[in-house]
Structures are given as structure tokens and as C-alpha cells.
């Protein structure tokens, strides 16, 4: 049965990922969000925050001695940071100060597409209503010969993970 099924690779190895980031405002129309000049998703070298967090309610129950109920609450997302070596096209701090002057145009959604060693799409994040909430330039060294890197903090309304390849059989 192995040799009808080929065996799916496990992303791991890689690390390689793609990010990409809606052109249009995540609450306009289409027709409206479609004016608003278009951002640069680019490739990023590093990303983090993909998490999530249910905040509980510990309730004691009277007469209950052996537990406590834990209640759910609701949940949180910590900020995603993408990085990546500096490029000419300014896209991501446009973005960025969109926010910081607009409130319409400035939410993205987006997406985080883990590969496989060989660039097959094997699982992906979605994000929704993103913000870029921080945007942080390179640290500039003339004794140092190292990559300029700058970074751009994400707030967003929730984090779903979707696969993009179909299970392992075996």
C-alpha cells in the first residue's frame, strides 16, 4: 500500500515559509478596498507569535474538593513579527503608517505557509483583521558587516490553522 500512497515530506526540516498579505482592507467592500494602494507582503527571514492563548476562569464549586472547574473565557493572540532584510520598497512601513493616520485601509488579513524542503505547501496560518502595530529599522554598524534587518509587529484578530496537504496514510 506504501508504494500506491506516496509518503508526504514533514515541513520541518525546511523551515522554509511564505507570508503573504491581502491587498485589501479586511473591512471594506472590494470595491471600495481596491482604491487603496496596494502592500508589499516580500519574503521575510524570520517570523514569530504564531500562538494563541484561552484565558480561563478558575470557579470552586461548593462541596467539590477534588477540582476546580476551569471555565473558558475567551482567547488571545499575541503580536506576529515578520523580519527580513532590508528592501527598497517601502510597502511594509506604508503599512505602517497607514495605521497610524487611517482607519480605513490599514487592516490586512494574511497568511503563513510553512513548506516542505522541496516547496510544497504542507500546513498554513491565517490571520484576520491584522494591524501593523511597530515598525523597527535596522541597527546600523559601519565596524560590522552584517545584514540590515527591519521588522514589522502585527496585532490581529485571531490565528486559524488550516493544512494544505492531505494527512500521512501509514
Not at 508589499?40 to 494563541?52: D, H, I, M
Not at 517601502?90 to 524542503?117: C, H, K, N, V
Amino acid at each position: 500500500m506504501s508504494d500506491i500512497i506516496p509518503a508526504l515530506e514533514d515541513p520541518i526540516p525546511g523551515y522554509r515559509f511564505l507570508v503573504s498579505l491581502d491587498p485589501t482592507d479586511a473591512y471594506l467592500p472590494v470595491a471600495q478596498s481596491l482604491i487603496i494602494t496596494l502592500i508589499a507582503a516580500g519574503q521575510f527571514a524570520q517570523v514569530s507569535g504564531l500562538s494563541a492563548q484561552l484565558e480561563v476562569l478558575a470557579h470552586p464549586e461548593g462541596g467539590r474538593n477534588d477540582y476546580v472547574h476551569q471555565l473558558p473565557v475567551r482567547h488571545s493572540y499575541p503580536k506576529i513579527t515578520l523580519s527580513r532584510g532590508v528592501v527598497r520598497d517601502p510597502g511594509l512601513f506604508f503599512w505602517y503608517e497607514a495605521g497610524m493616520s487611517q482607519s480605513i485601509g490599514a487592516r490586512r488579513d494574511g497568511a503563513i505557509i510553512l513548506l516542505t524542503p522541496k516547496g510544497i505547501p504542507a500546513i498554513g496560518w491565517i490571520f484576520r483583521g491584522g494591524l501593523a502595530c511597530g515598525w523597527k529599522g535596522p541597527e546600523l554598524n559601519g565596524s560590522q558587516s552584517a545584514i540590515a534587518v527591519e521588522s514589522i509587529e502585527i496585532v490581529h484578530e485571531g490565528l486559524q490553522q488550516i493544512p494544505l496537504s492531505p494527512p500521512r496514510v501509514g
